[in-house]
Structures are given as structure tokens and as C-alpha cells.
């Protein structure tokens, strides 16, 4: 199991959102990059970054992205708020390992499969479900587009992998569905990273039982309920 620890940006600062709504910070931290730098001193093999504002059309945190990409050695997963190709390619071209693409991947498939035919096993989609219905523009609107439609669609394309967000779970320290991650997986034609509500290592356990390769965990990781060394063998 690979686990990758979240730095979810807002603001400038590193925070840990229930339900990814804004004032419901569980962490706040104000130096993005020396969070990250010490998520790579402790063993982390990769790094996921969500740029908050940028999903919620609410400015960016580019420069703090950018920080994060001059020191951190270890492959990043980016996010947040990606919606044109310019987009999506210059993060590639500063060094992020995967762009990982939600909203307009919905919204404008056919673009969605321009951009992945372009970067071969460089983009991620990202499917953030809550109570069945997938989640856009930073979890404010629901699409009505049936989730096994969109993963059908991408059956044939050369996706680095597909992230499921349970938003139900999000942020609450309170344990995964495994269900719903099962149910998930069984309809997906890609590798899944699974995210949200993973809090201890049993959750872990839980989802490697079921097929699943990797996992972005946040508040536990945050708060110590996961320790460091558990995941990633450091001391």
C-alpha cells in the first residue's frame, strides 16, 4: 500500500477541512513548503497537493506550489482547480509527476481525453462522490452524469490512475466505507487511489484486502492517530 500524505492549500496555509468546507479547519499550517519538506523527511514516497482556492474559484496558491516543487525531491500529485490544457501541461513542465483533473474531465470529456492522450500516464481523474452524486467546482455543485458512465468512457485511455474522494467521510477522522470504496473500485478500469476517511492503519489493511494500491490520507497522518513510521517505515 503506498501512502501518500495530503497538503491541501488554502489560503497559503496547509489545512485539514470537514467535508472540504472553508471554516472547518481541523489543521492549519502556514509554511506549505517546509510541510511538505517534512512529509519527504519521513519517508513519504510521493506527495498529493490540492489547491483549494483554485477548485473553489476562489484565487490560486501557485506560488506555493511552486515553493513545494524547487526542494521536494519525491514525485507530486497536483490538483485542484485544473481545467485548461496550459494549465494541466505547466504544472507538468515545473515537475509535478500527475495532474490530477476533476471537474472540466466531467464537465468536457472529449477535452479531458485530448489531455490524456497527450500525457501518457501523466493525468489522473478525479472522482469525488458524495451520497452517489459526483462532486464539482470544489464540492459546490453535483453533477448528474451517472459515475459507471464516466468511468466506461475512460476504459481505453492512458490514465495514470483514478483518485475516489468519499466526501460523506471527508476530514472527519471517523473511518472509511469500505463498501462504497469496493463498490468503486468494481466499476473502475484504472487503478485506484482512495481517499477520504482514512484514519487508521486497519482502514489501510482494509483497502490493500481489496485490490486497492494506494491511498492519500490527511488528518490522521496530521493529528499522529497514523503514525509516519507505521506507513513508510522511518523513525
Known amino acids: 500500500m503506498i501512502v501518500l500524505p495530503a497538503v491541501d ?10 467535508g472540504g468546507r472553508p471554516g472547518t479547519e481541523k489543521v492549519s499550517l502556514h509554511n506549505p513548503r517546509e510541510v511538505a519538506l517534512d512529509w519527504e523527511k519521513k519517508g513519504a514516497p510521493a506527495i498529493h497537493v490540492v489547491d483549494l482556492n483554485a477548485a473553489m ?16 525531491k519525491v514525485p507530486l500529485q497536483v490538483g485542484g482547480g485544473i481545467r485548461t490544457t496550459e494549465a ?22 472529449e477535452w479531458f481525453a ?27 455543485e453535483s453533477s448528474e452524469k451517472k459515475l459507471k458512465d464516466i468511468l466506461a468512457a475512460t476504459a481505453g485511455l ?3 490512475g483514478v483518485l475516489h474522494t468519499n466526501v460523506n ?8 466505507d469500505l463498501d ?4 468503486f ?8 487511489t482512495a481517499s477520504g476517511g482514512v484514519t487508521t492503519m486497519e482502514d489501510l489493511e482494509a483497502l490493500e484486502s481489496i485490490g486497492i494500491p494506494s491511498a492519500v490520507v490527511g488528518l490522521a497522518l496530521y493529528v499522529n492517530i497514523i503514525q509516519p513510521e507505521q506507513v513508510w517505515g522511518k523513525k
Open 180 to 183: 462504497e470504496i469496493r463498490s
Open 57 to 72: 474559484g476562489r484565487g490560486d496558491n501557485f506560488n506555493a506550489i511552486t515553493s513545494i516543487m524547487a526542494k521536494v
Open 9 to 18: 492549500l488554502l489560503d497559503g496555509k496547509v489545512v485539514q477541512l470537514v
Open 158 to 160: 492512458p490514465l495514470a
Open 88 to 109: 494541466a501541461e505547466t504544472l507538468l513542465n515545473l515537475g509535478a509527476a500527475r495532474v490530477v483533473v476533476g471537474t472540466r474531465a466531467i464537465t468536457d470529456p
Open 185 to 192: 473500485a468494481d466499476m473502475c478500469p484504472h487503478p485506484v
Open 114 to 140: 485530448d489531455l490524456v492522450r497527450s500525457n501518457y500516464n501523466k493525468i489522473m481523474l478525479a472522482l469525488d462522490i458524495r451520497d452517489g452524486k459526483i462532486q464539482m467546482r470544489g464540492w459546490r
Open 169 to 176: 467521510v471527508e476530514g472527519k477522522a471517523a473511518g472509511i
